[in-house]
DNA sequence: TTTGATGCGTTCTATTATAGAACTTATAAG
DNA sequence: CTTATAAGTTCTATAATAGAACGCATCAAA
C-alpha cells in the first residue's frame, strides 16, 4: 500500500489518517480549535512554511473538516465544520496522553508558544 | 518550529505528535492492538517499505510505547507497552471518526488490507 | 498618490523523507 | 545441499518539507 491509497483503504483509522495523518494537519486543528482562524496566524503559531500551510489548509477544506469563510476580498476565516467538531475527542485524548506520557524535552535556547 | 522540535513543545498534543505523528506509526500501532507483533507481518499488512518500518519501530521502542522481545535468535515481538495500550482511546476515536466521515473512495484495481 | 503595513498566498532552491527493489545474515526445514 | 523464512540493511529514484524571497490586493497614513 502506498500513503496516497489510505483513502480507499477498508479500515476507517487509515481513512482517517488519510485526512489528517499529514504532518502538521493535527496541529492546524488544534489551532482551530483554540480559536484560530487565519492564516498568518496559523503561520506564526506553528511556524511551518507556508507553501504547507496552503497546502494542507486546502486539503482540510476539501475535505470537510474546514470551511473557507471570506471576511474581507481576498482574505478568510477559516473554521471547523461539524466534521472537523468531531474531531475533538482525538485531540483530547492526545493532550492527555502526552501529558502522561511524553516529558517535554529541554529546548535549545529561545523559548516559544503559548496555547495549552 | 521544525517538526523534529516538537518533542520540547510546551503542548501536549504536539508532544503526543512528535511520538506518533509520523507518517505510518499510528497505523502499526493499530496493527499491534490488533495483534501483531512480527516485523513481516507489518510489512506485508501495511506495504510500507522495509526501511521505513524499521525506522519507525525503532523510534517506537526508544520512545516506550513498543517493547522489543526476542524470541528466537535475531527474531523479535514487538509488543505494546502499558504507555503504547493508553494510545487505545485515540485509535477508538479516529476508528470512530473515520467510519462516520470518511466514506471509501474506490479502487483503482486490486483489493487488499483485512483488518479491523 | 506615493509609501508602508497587512493578509494570503506562490515560486524558487536545498535538504529530508519515502518508495521500491535487491542484498545480508542467521535459523530451520526438506 | 538447497530452499524458505525472519529481520533487517543498502541502493537508487522520486516525493515531501524547509527556508527564504516574491507577488498582488487592500487599507491606512503621509
Redesign the pocket.
Known sequence: ????DLDSDKCPIARSLSVVG???TLLILRDCFVGNT????FQKSL?????????R??KLVNAGVLK?EP????????RLTTQGKALAPVLSHLFDWGKENVPRTEMASGEREAHT
Open positions: 500500500m502506498k500513503w496516497s499529514d504532518r502538521w487565519r492564516f498568518d496566524a511556524g511551518l512554511t507556508r507553501h504547507l500551510l496552503a497546502d489548509l486546502a473557507k471576511y474581507a476580498k481576498g482574505r478568510y476565516d477559516y
